[in-house]
């Protein structure tokens, strides 16, 4: 509805979208006309309506205020007319021509916006931007020089403040005429009333990004406490929060990339609202991350409790999935940006050459083929199907992968086909090209077929033989994966923490509990076997001889079976064989150590710990077979 201007004011009339953030836009909006009504600045600072900010050319007022009850009369319209950019767009106004006047955009009132940046990007994209939109800029140190020296016109926050930079920094933006600005509803008669009455402006866009913490207390060779401590952000996290929490009112941005969206918004070309809901979000989770970064660092430096009383976990969305384990499963891949992850390798920051977008099911599968092949130092080839490793194989330094490669798909090459295959060394053409025509074993005729390659590089020449054996095989660049991380698990309404699983063979003494003495050769067995078991889910079985697996039993119910699964897939081989068990034989006789026994093993490694242990040495001494006890289970669920 359009309103009569009294006699004792004039009135301007220009156009607005719904939208808070395009509220002073008339050359862009023409969904809603607001009218706002104009006073002479020649009143006095405590009684003129607008702040300076937002103040109109004098020249354009009719007449100053007669009265203090005029004032009041006016302020209160004033303040029902700019409660109307919260209204729905049912109050459709449209003033007449003898109501409107269309108002030169150097006479409108400017919005501001607040820009403190760490994370300078683009700023001068997001200068631009606002200025050509009609926006005054504040700013502050370093970011006011940048903007200042590229010649916009920028308020320093300390004019704003009239209260210097103080305590090297630390003191800038807490004061209330940032804050102010920031938290004030523009729908509260109170809250403008406030603002007028301290001479405080409104500020409608917050662009800030914080010290760089994280990158400073993990930079390489480490930074001192006190240095950690002093790139902690305390008022960028406080402006986000503001800005945030009064998000119909204030646009908040935290990253570079959304500065286009940003500008795009303000031109009233977005769902403004829902907009502004998004960004609301990204800045909490912004720094809800930040203090999650810092609590971690300071318990690490501060406590020698192993675990803390509470714990969380910033997660960094990575990509969307199609599916879960099954398609009517919904999914997403999330990086684990805690400290404790930084520089530890693995899938997550692995680069993808070529391929499908990974599954669900493809990163678990790929992060334990890669977990199982960084545990060996030799060059190494492992494949993985549904998670457990079904062939692998080494060779010597000096040798190539090809022979690893060819002996890991033997062990099981039914298994293999539509595995994961990981190599510990680089890549090259001649393994590229074995890779993409290799035969199954099992008929000499099929190709095999696999889900993903990774490996820790490859040559030029080999990266592109491996493209061309299919358009969908992912192939992975992958860091190696680093002891001393941490494993979580979910259950039901909580989660499981424990270190990881990083002990090796050199971390152990194999010890010789039988009659037999096992040669040098047949140890190096038992330690690749103990090896291979560790990655096997329990109740696990590996038989392994010359540096590779022969077969292989895993998550069956009763160690008799996985026994009987590994020698079956062991076949005629497993006579002189090493074998592995991730957890102590209960029984032995008429048992899996009997069993073992009597298929020809030369030596057994098991953790040992059993009230039968007796028996099972007792057993092996009868058949001359050679047993040692590593003292350590490896369980796997």
């Known amino acids: 509805m359009a309103m009569a201007a009294p006699a004792s004011q004039s009135f301007v009339a220009f156009s607005s979208c719904y939208s808070s953030s395009c509220f002073f836009s008339p050359s862009r909006c023409g969904s809603l006309s607001s009218v706002l009504p104009l006073y002479s600045s020649s ?12 103040e109109f050319n004098s020249a354009r007022a009719v007449s100053s205020l007669g009265s203090r009850r005029q004032q009041l009369q006016q302020e209160q319209l ?22 409107s006047t269309v108002v030169p955009p150097h006479q409108r009132p400017k919005q501001q916006a607040l820009i403190s940046l760490s994370d300078k990007r683009d700023v001068g994209f997001l200068a631009k931007g606002l200025v050509d939109l009609g926006f005054k800029l504040i700013s502050t140190g370093g970011t006011a020089s940048i903007l200042q020296q590229a010649g916009y016109e920028v308020t320093p926050v300390e004019q704003l403040t009239s209260f210097p930079e103080m305590l090297d920094g630390r003191v800038k933006t807490l004061h209330p005429a940032v804050h102010g600005g920031i938290l004030a509803r523009r729908d509260s008669h109170p809250h403008m009333d406030a603002l007028q009455q301290h001479g405080i402006g409104l500020i409608d866009v917050v662009v800030v990004n914080l010290y760089p913490f994280y990158s400073t207390v ?25 800005a ?40 909490f989770q912004h720094v809800s991350s930040y203090d999650s970064a810092v609590a971690e660092w300071f318990w690490k430096n501060t406590s020698r409790q192993e675990f803390p009383p509470s714990l969380s976990l910033p997660l960094s969305l990575k990509s969307p999935l199609r599916y879960g384990e099954n398609p009517h499963q919904r999914a997403a891949f999330y990086e684990d940006k805690s400290l404790s992850e ?49 062939g692998v194989a080494s060779v010597g330094p000096n040798t190539g992968l090809l022979e690893a490669y060819q002996q890991a798909v033997r062990a099981d090459p039914v298994s293999a086909f539509g595995g994961i295959v990981a190599f510990n060394v680089e890549v090259d053409e001649t393994l590229a090209r074995e890779i993409r025509e290799f035969r199954s074993p099992a008929d000499g005729e099929t190709r095999m077929f696999y889900e993903i390659v990774i490996a820790p590089k490859y040559t030029e ?32 309404g909580g989660w499981l923490l424990q270190d990881s699983d990083d002990l090796t063979p050199d971390d152990l003494g194999f010890r010789v509990v039988t009659d037999k003495v096992p040669s040098l050769e047949l140890v190096d067995d038992a330690q690749f076997a103990w090896l291979c078991c560790k990655h096997v889910k329990s109740n696990a079985i590996v038989v392994a001889k010359d540096n590779r697996m022969l077969g292989m039993g895993s998550g069956q119910p009763n160690r008799v079976k996985s026994l009987q699964i ?72």
């Open 43 to 54: 009143s006095s600072s405590s009684s003129s309506l607008f702040h300076p900010y937002f």
């Open 78 to 99: 004033w303040s029902r007319v700019w409660s109307s950019r919260a209204m729905s767009a049912a109050a459709d106004v449209t003033p007449t021509t003898a109501e």
């Open 218 to 242: 993990t930079a390489p060779g480490g930074t001192s406490f006190e240095k950690g401590v002093e790139n902690i952000d305390i008022g960028g996290p406080a402006m986000i929060r503001a």
């Open 244 to 283: 945030a929490k009064n998000h119909k009112d204030v646009l908040v941005v935290v990253d570079p990339a959304d500065y286009p969206a940003l500008l795009e918004n303000l031109k009233c070309k977005g769902d403004s609202y829902s907009f502004r809901r998004r960004l609301a979000w990204k800045a």
């Open 342 to 390: 930084v520089g530890r390798g693995g899938i997550a920051t692995a680069v993808q050459h070529h391929g499908k977008e990974m599954s669900y099911n493809n990163y678990l599968d790929g992060d334990a083929a890669w977990n199982c092949v960084c545990e060996f130092t030799n060059p190494t080839c492992v494949i993985v199907k549904h998670t457990n490793p079904c």
């Open 461 to 492: 020449k080999g990266l592109q033989i491996l493209k061309g054996k299919s358009k969908t095989l992912r192939i992975l660049e992958a860091q190696q994966t680093k002891a001393g991380r941490r494993s979580l698990r979910q259950i039901g």
């Open 566 to 637: 590994a020698l079956e897939k062991a076949g005629e081989e497993a006579k002189g064989a090493a074998l592995a068990s991730d957890a102590f034989f209960p029984f032995a006789w008429n048992d899996a150590v009997e069993d073992a026994c009597k298929a020809g093993v030369k030596v057994i490694a098991q953790p040992g710990g059993s009230m039968r242990d007796k028996d099972a040495i007792d057993c092996c001494n009868k058949y001359g077979v050679a047993m040692v006890f590593t003292e350590v289970r490896h369980f796997r669920h």
